[in-house]
């Protein structure tokens, strides 16, 4: 089992603290997602820190032919397979640390990586990630920017959501482009998104050299 806190955080605290009753993180996160696959139409795409697979319902199987869910919580990854069954044996799902997973070289044209790099140091995914995308593929992040006093994550109720929010660390956007510049993602575009109980998300894209 991983040491990491995330595997014990059971999957209905999770989407309740994230849901509309709690942080109200999960429609934006959604759309963003669905913005990005819209537009950019990767035929193949790596999510990581995947969850129950929020977003994933924007997927267009007659576009995007490869899904590939990276995940550290069996349960979430569960969940997330049930909800997408449409997506058949296009869906694949590993139960993994993004530091440790295995996945083959240039396979992705997109990579999510949504209120990801909280949890997991970019200096450590930068280069595996930019190794993961074909030349000119894109890496898409969302980071959270601190709110009211600087807090880092949303208060929940959740001892299970308490424990991975103490040890969450927040990403200033000039450090994420900062460490992904060392493995040549380039920053293309990014903006800042209001979300619920007065916060921002950072939304950027970075790309590959072709
Ligand atoms: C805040 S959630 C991501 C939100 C997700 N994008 C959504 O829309 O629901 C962070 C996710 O990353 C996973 N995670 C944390 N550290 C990880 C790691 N080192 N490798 C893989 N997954 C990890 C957690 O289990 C959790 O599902």
């Known amino acids: ?21 709690g942080a109200d993180q999960l429609a934006p996160l959604s759309a ?33 032919s490869r899904v590939v869910g990276v995940d550290v919580n069996l349960q979430y990854l569960g969940l997330c397979r049930q909800r997408q069954m449409r997506l058949g044996s296009r869906l694949e799902l590993y139960c993994a640390e993004a530091e440790k997973v295995l996945l083959d070289a240039g396979a992705f044209d997109l990579c999510y990586a949504g209120l ?6 970019p200096a450590r995914l930068a280069g595996r990630i930019a190794s993961w995308l074909v030349p000119g593929g894109a ?5 959270q920017l601190p709110g009211a006093g600087g807090a880092a994550a949303v208060p929940s109720r959740h001892a299970s959501i308490q424990a991975v929010a103490e040890r ?10 900062k460490e992904l510049g060392k493995a ?6 990014a903006y800042e998104l209001p979300v619920a109980h007065g916060r921002r998300f950072h939304v ?3 790309q590959k050299p072709k």
């Open 139 to 143: 890496l898409l992040t969302v980071l």
């Open 168 to 177: 969450m660390h927040l990403v200033a956007p000039a450090a994420l482009v």
């Open 32 to 64: 963003i997602l669905g913005k990005a696959l819209a537009t950019l139409r990767p035929a193949r795409l790596l999510v990581l820190g995947v969850a129950t697979g929020n977003g994933l319902e924007h997927v267009n199987p007659a576009v995007t």
């Open 184 to 189: 040549k993602l380039a920053l293309r575009r």
């Open 116 to 121: 990801f790099f909280e949890h997991a140091d």
């Open 204 to 206: 950027a894209l970075f």
């Open 1 to 21: 089992m991983s040491s990491n806190p995330w595997s014990l955080v059971p999957a209905a605290e999770y989407e309740s603290h994230m849901g509309p009753q």
